[in-house]
């Protein structure tokens, strides 16, 4: 782009989704070893904003040890004639899109979450200051947002200024949060779509209603109203909702013929308020993942900043893995800790019924959200660190999920009152398959079953045919 011609890297959308590993990183900024970070937009009266200032406060690129995480900040302050406090979530989402533009820079997360790097290679370039950074995001600002005319960015590496303004962060988080809680989905017929994160999920669309915040946690319903608005051709869109399919599961005609559309036909049907069959599409932003638990039949949640590993056994980067991409993984999702508060929070699933274990730091966040009556029943890794420990719990507790095991056993139990042995099932059936391993693949896992030998009474064996001819 002309307009970077003093920058000492190349800035253009071919470095969106662009990673940068470890061994080629030579600093990293926020991520999970780091506890203070943020990134925050403000709409501040024009008299309070320098247009085109860049601030540094604390130590430069050039002036941080190669290697090393350090904490950090982006203030970003805007003023307009057109711009009020409900575009700032708006602003602050497109720090994401525009530090992606830069050569050997890459941007993850948002809000409290930001995770950045930047390459050896992009630093022996120049990018050796935030200095140019700041330019980056000034003109990708002012020309694809027209409507700001005055900003300033300011750069915090400063631990004692970090400290000072992360409250003031979380707190304009959570009042812009609290906006957005009590319109319903019902009450609305336009959602919004996000495909700022397709870049790194290229089957991904996140869908935006009042209940259900995206998977990032940066952009709510009214968000996503203004961001359309003021950008039509942005990353933001509307969605018309169109029919309702499916009002349990929460299916919409309007939903899915978007999700066809922007996935180019990989993913057609989306069940927003279920974690099971089609659930919705996961990027790799997302602040925590709900995880299918079989053993007890419950879902179990676990943050992006948790430490170690979940009941199951598995730490959140495995569990992130396991679905994101853009992919509908049946019993894994990934989401934002805003759609814990929400009255829609799976609940096709049996909403916080069906929850099973939570870490303490966001059961704590999102308690008052939680039913009195089973708040008490949800493990926290303080009261259960594997599967066998989280059982026992919810059995003592009596949890909703202790029902469900029950009338599952009755079949189990008739099942078994009726089994033949081996060899009269060889005198009855067919053998139709032995193997000393075989997978099996069912609801989203795989089953192996060893040593397996399987009859049948009979062997049916059709033609498969073209179901698109």
Not at 180 to 207: I, M, N, W
Not at 267 to 273: A, D, E, M, T
Not at 360 to 376: G, H, M, Q, S, Y
């Amino acid at each position: 782009m002309s307009m970077f011609k003093d920058i000492p890297v190349e800035v253009g959308v071919i470095y969106e989704g662009e990673r940068i590993r470890r061994n080629d990183m030579q600093v990293e900024l926020g991520g999970p070893t780091v506890k203070q970070k943020f990134e925050l937009a403000k709409v501040k009266p024009m008299d309070e904003v320098e247009d085109g200032k860049i601030t540094i406060v604390g130590p430069d690129l050039k002036d941080l040890k190669e290697g090393g995480a350090y904490p950090f900040g982006i203030l970003v302050e805007a003023a307009g004639a057109k711009l009020d406090a409900g575009l700032e979530g708006v602003i602050e989402r497109r720090i994401h899109g525009y530090l992606n533009y830069i050569e050997g820079f890459m941007h993850l997360n948002q809000r409290y979450d930001i995770w950045m790097r930047l390459g050896k290679k992009s630093f022996a370039k120049g990018l050796n200051s935030f200095e140019p950074i700041g330019k980056v995001l000034y003109r990708l600002f002012k020309s694809e947002l027209p409507i700001i005319e005055k900003i300033q960015i300011t750069f915090i590496t400063d631990t004692a200024k970090l400290a000072e303004m992360t409250p003031e962060a979380m707190q304009a988080y959570e009042s812009r949060d609290a906006k957005a809680r009590g319109l319903k989905d019902s009450e609305v017929d336009t959602f919004y779509g996000c495909v700022l994160c397709q870049s790194f999920a290229p089957s991904h669309v996140c869908v935006i209603t009042p209940q259900r915040y995206s998977n990032c946690g940066a952009i709510s319903w009214f968000d996503g109203k203004a961001s359309a608005s003021i950008d039509p051709k942005g990353p933001v869109f509307a969605i018309p909702r169109g029919e309702i399919i499916n009002e349990e599961k929460g299916e919409f005609s309007g939903v899915n013929e978007a999700a066809k559309k922007r996935t180019m036909g990989e993913v057609n049907q989306v069940w927003l308020y279920t974690a099971f069959d089609h659930p919705h599409t996961s990027c790799g932003c997302f602040e925590a993942v709900a995880f299918y638990i079989p053993e007890v039949d419950g879902l179990g949640v676990v943050q992006r900043s948790f430490k170690g590993a979940a009941v199951n056994g598995l730490p959140f980067s495995t569990l992130a893995d396991s679905t994101a991409g853009g992919r509908q993984i049946d019993g894994f999702h990934g989401m934002s800790i805003e759609y814990m508060r929400s009255q829609k929070f799976f609940a096709a699933d049996g909403g916080w019924n069906r929850i099973v274990w939570v870490p303490k730091e966001v059961k704590e966040r999102v308690k008052e959200f939680i039913p009195r009556d089973v708040v008490d029943k949800i493990a926290t890794e303080e009261d259960a660190k594997n599967v066998d420990e989280l059982k026992a719990f919810l059995k003592a507790k009596n949890h909703p999920v202790v029902a469900r095991w029950e009338a599952e056993a009755a079949p189990v139990a008739e099942a078994q009152a009726v089994q033949v042995t081996e060899e009269q099932a060889a005198t009855t059936m067919m053998p139709v398959a032995t193997a000393a391993s075989l997978p099996i693949m069912a609801g989203g896992f795989k089953i192996i079953l060893k040593d397996a030998k399987i009859y049948a009474s009979k062997v049916i064996i059709q033609a498969k045919t073209d179901e698109k001819r």
